[in-house]
């Protein structure tokens, strides 16, 4: 079994309990991590308050070295730890490479800010004679990271980062399926000589350890990832203590294809977009309006390009000139694409292209591209999560911003055009939290990101989310001896 991490000790539950780590690929258990409950949280709450003091006071630059020596140690162990990360997620060895490093980079830029807090000065009316006023930045306190299984690290990462590097304490909990990774990446802070219990890592159930630390007394910063409705409990367990909380939820990203556009790139782009990851992420494109000048062309790229993917095990390479997908990282979450999928052919939809699965005990799913499909079918009303993809015919920018509107979300959008007046239309009239003009979606380290609508509250990356882990502090610095000569009456 591998345990958890509480005041910088590997330790087990109290309870006793584990549970099990499974290979999604195989749909065998190959490892195990404690089964926490809320005994547990409050160890870790613990250590973390405890351990809040002294970081806090921490020079800034010290704090930078840490993070940076941390890095440097995972960098080090970056091929054991991507090897976890696809026994336990399923993602291609490539992939997880790829996710590590977003994490180290993101780690480093949140590292180069540490010392970078600002707060500001202002001079105050003369009333109660001259005064002046400051405004300073003070670390939050506890803080609480929950963390999905799609990119466990990366999400991990924008989380932990800007907490560390203001002079918070924080307490990650990472999905149940994915756990290992971010143990042994908390193992290696530790050993860089991250102080005990400044970063603590619980295993367990998300409706007992997750709602046992959102809710906990002593936590004061919730910064969650994930779907929807759990976003939903985590507001209204947070709300009565008025947490700090953001949310970043589920997407139903749309993409737009104009007539101008290089219609390959926009294929290469939306691939990439969709079916990395197989699918898994709420930051993808999830629904793609193709103007019906281009539409043809459009469509048969994207069938070549998607028939390269082979799913299997992301341990091993695929036979060039394919691509290996890995699987679904449970069960449940390849049935309930099913579901969509059948939901939408009932409904007039066709199914354009769809590969194969190897057949084996593994969470595959094959890539598959619908059209007409309706837009009140659960393909398009609900998030998408898997390797699947519904293209719709338009005539004009109106109707392809309409529809795209046409969603509860609102986490990210893409348009694929060289026209300034799509570009400015789009960047104005999508309801999304970011807009990428002829990009694939991708969560840059240096710009703020997040959702609106039901797709969350909040913002992490850029330097905007490290201020979101600072309380601003009003400061008044006045003169009471001409006060008092001044008769205000203040004593």
């Not at 005990?196 to 959102?214: C, D, R, S």
Request: with cysteine.
């Amino acid at each position: 079994m591998t345990q958890a991490l509480i005041n910088g000790e590997r330790v087990g539950a109290k309870s006793g309990e584990e549970m099990p780590v499974v290979n999604p690929a195989t749909g065998e258990q190959f490892d195990s991590v404690p089964k926490s409950g809320a005994e547990d949280v409050d160890a870790a709450v613990e250590a973390a308050k405890a351990a809040f003091g002294p970081w806090s006071k921490t020079d800034p630059d010290e704090r930078a070295q840490i993070m940076r020596a941390g890095v440097a140690k995972i960098q080090e162990n970056s091929k054991e730890i991507a090897k976890l990360l696809v026994q336990e997620q399923g993602k291609p060895m490539m992939e997880a490479m790829g996710e590590l490093h977003h994490f180290l980079h993101g780690m480093n830029f949140y590292a180069d800010l540490a010392s970078k807090i600002r707060g500001s000065y202002a001079p105050l009316p003369s009333t109660f004679g001259t005064s002046y006023g400051m405004v300073i930045k003070r670390p939050i306190g506890v803080c609480a990271a929950i963390v999905p299984y799609n990119f466990p690290l990366t999400l991990m990462g924008t989380k932990v980062g800007p907490a560390l590097a203001a002079g918070n304490t924080i307490v990650v909990k990472p999905a149940d399926t994915t756990p290992l990774a971010t143990l042994r990446i908390a193992e290696l802070m530790q050993e860089a000589e991250l102080p005990a219990g400044v970063l603590n890592v619980v295993t367990g159930p998300g409706k007992e350890v997750g709602e046992a630390l959102v809710g906990h007394p002593d936590v004061r910063r919730v910064a969650f990832t994930g779907s929807t409705a759990v976003g939903r409990r985590v507001m209204e367990i947070a709300a009565p203590q008025f947490k700090r909380v953001s949310a970043e939820l589920g997407g139903s990203d749309p993409v737009i294809v104009c007539p101008d556009a290089n219609v390959e790139n926009a294929v290469k782009g939306i691939n990439v977009g969709r079916f990395f990851n197989a699918g898994q992420a709420c930051l993808a494109a999830k629904r793609v309006y193709v103007f019906e000048e281009v539409y043809d062309q459009f469509m048969e790229s994207l069938i070549k390009r998607v028939s390269r993917y082979e799913v299997g095990d992301g341990m091993e390479k695929a036979e060039k000139p394919k691509i290996r997908m890995g699987p679904l990282n449970a069960a449940r979450h390849r049935d309930a694409l099913q579901e969509q999928l059948d939901d939408a052919v009932k409904g007039g939809a066709s199914v354009a292209y769809q590969g194969e699965t190897n057949g084996g005990g593994g969470y595959f799913f094959a890539p598959a591209i619908l059209e007409n499909a309706p837009h009140d079918s659960r393909v398009t009303r609900e998030e998408t999560f898997g390797p699947l993809l519904p293209v719709f015919k338009v005539k004009s920018i109106n109707e392809a911003i309409g529809l795209a509107n046409d969603t509860s979300y609102g986490l990210g959008s893409s348009i694929w055009t060289y026209n300034v007046r799509y570009i400015n239309k789009a960047a104005q009239e999508i309801e999304s939290g970011m807009t990428w003009v002829n990009q694939l979606h991708f969560g840059y380290d240096e710009l703020p990101f997040g959702g609106i609508k039901d797709s969350g509250i909040g913002r992490e990356h850029g330097p905007e989310a490290l201020e979101s882990y600072l309380e601003a502090k009003s400061v008044a610095v006045g003169d009471l001896d001409v006060v008092e000569e001044e008769g205000s009456g203040l004593q």
